[in-house]
């Protein structure tokens, strides 16, 4: 069982999850609502289907934590049907807008190869859903996987908001190097946060988290290889 301190891991990860998405589409969501995506259909079922899982995800976590189980098998059928329409919806765009592997940037390759990883995690947490540890792991590594848009659109509102009034000439400088520390920094903490967890819980690392960490780091290398 998780030693009192961490017992609200999932529940507290949940909330930053949430959190960090609704920061970075605050442009659709509040101070840029007439942007041309707000009227694209593919991208507003999108991120409709994108807004639920999360808040989906923070609400299961936390009835967990409060041991509300019965609402939370309930909503369960509820958020695994959000989880297609995020498959879908995303799987959509990456075809409406395909121009070609070469043509892609690496981020843009590394989210297209996420994308059947996010799918498969939560296939598979589904068919466990009767071994907790093995279900909510499979859960948060899947929604690992989909951070690559949320936290590249995080760096502006996050970091370059505050820093560029106060150091104009510095922020210039290192925009791109701060960008990169900032987006893979935060990305690889959430894995690591994990294997902490794990080992706080279980001296050891838990196999999803292994292979959540294994495929993290070969679709980067795929992703910048070819």
Not at 10 to 17: A, E, K, Q, R
Not at 142 to 156: E, I, K
Request: aromatic share 18%; charged share 15%.
């Amino acid at each position: 069982m998780a030693s009192k301190p961490w017992r609200s891991y999932f529940s507290i990860v949940s909330v930053l999850l949430l959190a960090l998405s609704l920061v970075a589409f605050s442009d659709n969501l509040l101070t840029d609502i007439g942007q041309p995506s707000n009227s694209d259909p593919k991208f507003v079922v999108h991120g409709l289907f994108g807004l639920a899982w999360y808040v989906l995800l923070a609400t299961q976590a936390n009835l967990v934590r409060v041991r509300n189980l019965r609402l939370h098998r309930k909503l369960g059928i509820a958020t695994f049907i959000v989880a297609i329409g995020v498959t879908l919806s995303t799987l959509y765009i990456f075809v409406a807008i395909w121009n070609g592997w070469s043509n892609l940037a690496e981020e843009a390759r590394a989210n297209r190869l996420f994308l059947p990883g996010f799918a498969l995690c939560i296939w598979l947490a589904w068919q466990w859903r009767r071994y907790p540890d093995w279900h909510k792991r499979l859960i948060f590594i899947g929604t690992f996987f989909m951070q690559g848009p949320v936290l590249s659109r995080s760096y502006d509102p996050l970091i370059v908001s505050w820093m560029e009034p106060l150091f104009p000439d510095f922020t210039a400088r290192v925009d791109e190097t701060g960008f990169l520390l900032f987006f893979f920094g935060a990305w690889i903490a959430f894995f690591v946060s994990l294997a902490a967890y794990d080992w706080k819980t279980l001296r050891r690392a838990h196999p999803v988290t292994l292979a959540g960490a294994v495929w993290f780091v070969v679709t980067w290398l795929v992703s910048g290889l070819t």
